[in-house]
């Protein structure tokens, strides 16, 4: 078994451009994962996730008691996507994300460039850039909504209201 976190020896960061080898980093990051799989991405990302070999992954890793959650931007294209996925992991809309990230408790994988998850990869298992990835994750996390509402909302056609705290003085005039 792995060890908790990387010795600085063992730490890497790299690029990867061979998008055909993107597919088995992928599945690398979720069968290591041992606590919590954080993924965000654009609204193609559900889609991507429910490919045959990744969304059978995720679901081993959530037999296992990987905690699985997924910030995407929830639209009526991706809706029926977002549904499946409700099925095996965690998911939360937020407006206009952009990027496609996928961070464990031991490594973090994000997109560099590109329209596709598999485009041009940065890797890293090192300790304190997962600690930092998954800190961005936890942001992002507590400020979107939740499927629920985001689903309710595309369905019956209506927004939600916004409630939103002022506390500048401009603003409130």
């Known amino acids: 078994m792995p060890s908790a976190s990387p010795t600085?020896?063992?730490?890497k960061a790299q690029v990867i451009t061979d998008g055909r080898h993107a597919e088995a980093d992928i599945m690398d990051i979720i069968h290591n994962a041992r606590k919590f799989l954080n993924i965000w991405g654009d609204s193609c990302i559900p889609e991507f996730i429910l490919s045959e070999t990744i969304r059978s992954a995720l679901e081993q890793a959530k037999r296992t008691g990987v905690r699985i959650r997924c910030i995407t931007e929830i639209t009526k294209n991706n809706l029926n996507y977002c549904k499946e996925l409700i099925k095996f992991a965690e998911i939360r809309h937020l407006n206009k994300i952009v990027g496609n990230s996928m961070t464990s408790d031991k490594e973090h994988l994000a997109q560099s460039?590109?329209?596709s998850f598999a485009s041009k990869l940065v890797y890293t298992n090192e300790y304190k850039m997962v600690v930092q990835q998954n800190y961005i994750f936890e942001n992002l996390w507590n400020n979107s909504t939740?499927?629920?509402d985001k689903i309710s909302t595309l369905e019956l056609g209506i927004d939600l209201e916004e409630l939103k705290v002022l506390s500048d003085p401009n603003e409130i005039r």
């Open 146 to 148: 939740t499927h629920n």
């Open 8 to 11: 600085p020896s063992q730490e």
């Open 113 to 115: 460039v590109g329209h």
